[in-house]
Nanobody, 113 residues
Framework: QVQLVESGGGLVQAGGSLRLSCAAS??????MGWYRRAPGKERELVAT???????NYVDSVKGRFTISRDNRKNTVYLQMNSLTPEDTAVYYC?????????WGQGTQVTVSS
C-alpha cells in the first residue's frame, strides 16, 4: 500500500523560509514533486524531480524554491525561501510509479505580509 506523509507546513512571515518533506512508502517512484492549490485557484505544479535528480520548476518559484530527494529514504523535500503571501496555499506531495500517481493529504503553508 502506497503512503505519502507530508510535514513541514506552517505560518511564516513574508521573506521567511519553510522546508516541506514527503516520505513515501510502498513502491518505487520515478518522478516525485510538489503541487499547490491557493484559495480560489486551480492546483498547479510547483516542482518535480526525477530519480536521477533532474528538476523542473514553475516560473514563479525559480530561484526561491529548491526541490530535492533522497532515494534511499524515498523522501522528497521542498526548500522554500523568500516566501511571499502569493505562496500561501495547500501544498501536495505527488509521487509516480509505473502504475499511477499518488497524492499526499496536503500541508498548509501560510505567508503573512
Amino acid at each position: 500500500q502506497v503512503q505519502l506523509v507530508e510535514s513541514g507546513g506552517g505560518l511564516v512571515q513574508a521573506g521567511g523560509s519553510l522546508r516541506l518533506s514527503c516520505a513515501a512508502s510502498g513502491s518505487i517512484f520515478s518522478i516525485m514533486g510538489w503541487y499547490r492549490r491557493a484559495p480560489g485557484k486551480e492546483r498547479e505544479l510547483v516542482a518535480t524531480v526525477t530519480r536521477g535528480g533532474t528538476t523542473n520548476y514553475v516560473d514563479s518559484v525559480k530561484g526561491r524554491f529548491t526541490i530535492s530527494r533522497d532515494n534511499r529514504k524515498n523522501t522528497v523535500y521542498l526548500q522554500m525561501n523568500s516566501l511571499t503571501p502569493e505562496d500561501t496555499a495547500v501544498y501536495y506531495c505527488n509521487a509516480n510509479d509505473i502504475f499511477r500517481g499518488y497524492w499526499g493529504q496536503g500541508t498548509q503553508v501560510t505567508v503573512s505580509s
